[in-house]
Nanobody
Framework: VQLQASGGGLVQAGGSLRLSCAAS????????VGWFRQGPGKEREFVSS????????AYADSVKGRFTISRVNAKYTVYLQMNSLTPEDTAVYYC????????????????WGQGTQVTVSS
């Protein structure tokens, strides 16, 4: 599966953005999807994940209550709605997919998109 992340941009603190992760192929519904981010000078970290059928979701503590992950398998797309953004959310955001794993370890995901930049100004 090929993944394309989009929707990043520049936003003021307190603002919102919605990221999209579009997948190629009609087998998208067989993949769990995760969002990760890498801020300046930081290691890549887990943000959120969603299971194949969209029933199971998980969030990093730092985004819980502010971010919402969802998917529309008929559109081969996973979304990350980000609200109440802070400068600490500034990072390149990546989506990843795996047919078997839906957790928080980036090493377990086999397929990755190219990343989209999110910059939050104070």
């Amino acid at each position: 599966v090929q993944l394309q992340a989009s929707g990043g941009g520049l936003v003021q603190a307190g603002g919102s953005l919605r990221l999209s992760c579009a997948a190629s192929g009609r087998t998208f519904s067989r993949y769990h999807v995760g969002w990760f981010r890498q801020g300046p000078g930081k290691e890549r970290e887990f943000v959120s994940s969603i299971t194949r059928n969209g029933v199971g979701t998980a969030y990093a503590d730092s985004v819980k209550g502010r971010f919402t992950i969802s998917r529309v398998n008929a559109k081969y797309t996973v979304y990350l709605q980000m609200n109440s953004l802070t400068p600490e959310d500034t990072a390149v955001y990546y989506c990843a997919a795996d047919p078997f794993y839906s957790g928080s370890s980036d090493a377990e995901y086999d397929y990755w998109g190219q990343g989209t930049q999110v910059t939050v100004s104070s």
